[in-house]
């Protein structure tokens, strides 16, 4: 678990703010009608507009790089969607808006999942649950704790509102590279994992479906789906460490933090 410097620390900040302002400018963009294509291309221009670069784009697992600039996910489709000229939005549906970029060699990463237009009660409250599981998740995120209590916390949340927590994808430490230790699960025991240090800048993510937990990959090769068909939410904040408990890093340009209650 890497522990950062005030240099690395300021570079972290500024690298997550980027990440979080094209994801706010996306998720306005979001209307009927439009296709996920130009949803990817509109965010493509909002990360070079701010003087930043796709961490996903031809990121590479194995023989496969990933083609697109930000992932987005459409109703069942869990993570790492693929924009395309044939998904069309419409009203009632639900998107996972995902942007990673790298700023000044360092990489900031969070989601949101918005509605489309208006939206039934039961997927409002797929969508409120998932992101109430992340807040409980980074307020355990406090130093000398195991990553086990964020996974708890989280786990909690979302299984007290009848859904299904994914097992197969997880949250992360971040730095120069976007998947660096530690992992955080979504789901298991307080006292599970490593602890938290001072100066850790982690990803925290659950992913949530509103049924099993299960996920099936599609033959894109990239995009997950919720084994069983059911709308699945996903939600992520890039967060520090600090002495004084978890703070935020993932704040857009202007805004104020959201408050840890
Ligand atoms: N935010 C995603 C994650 O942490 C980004 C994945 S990049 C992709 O897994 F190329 F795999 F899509
Ligand atoms: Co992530």
Redesign the pocket.
């Known amino acids: 678990m890497i522990v950062r410097n005030e240099q690395q620390m300021k570079s972290i900040r500024d690298a997550a703010q980027v990440a979080a302002t094209v994801l706010d400018r996306m998720c306005k963009l979001v209307t009927p009608g439009m296709n996920t294509y130009d949803l990817d291309q509109h965010g493509r221009r909002f990360i070079e507009e701010l003087g930043a670069e796709s961490?996903?784009?031809?990121?590479?697992?194995g023989s496969r790089i990933?083609p697109?600039f930000t992932?987005l996910s459409v109703n069942e489709e869990v993570?790492?969607g693929?924009g395309s000229l044939d998904r069309l939005l419409k009203e009632g549906d639900i998107i996972s808006v995902?942007?990673?970029t790298r700023y000044n060699g360092f990489i900031g990463?969070?989601?949101r999942t918005v509605p489309v237009g208006s939206v039934e009660p039961d997927i409002q409250e797929l969508l409120d649950v998932t992101e109430a599981s992340l807040y409980e998740g980074i307020k355990a995120a406090c130093k000398g704790n195991r990553v086990g209590k964020i996974s708890s916390a989280v786990q909690r949340v979302v299984e007290k509102a009848g859904f299904g927590v994914i097992r197969d994808?997880v949250?992360?430490g971040?730095g120069r590279s976007?998947?660096e230790e530690p992992q955080i699960p979504n789901f298991g025991k307080p006292g599970n994992g490593p602890k938290l240090r001072e100066g850790t800048v982690v990803?925290i993510?659950p992913m949530v479906n509103m049924g099993n937990y299960r996920v099936t990959m599609s033959d894109d090769g990239?995009t997950a789906m919720s084994a069983d068909g059911s709308p699945s939410a996903h939600f992520?904040h890039t967060v520090i460490i600090t002495k004084d408990g978890p703070e935020i890093l993932s704040v857009p340009l202007g805004k104020e933090a959201p408050v840890l209650a």
């Open positions: 961490a996903c784009y031809k990121y590479q697992v990933y697109a992932c993570v790492h693929i995902d942007v990673c990463d969070n989601c994808f949250g992360h971040v976007l998947h990803c993510e990239w992520e």
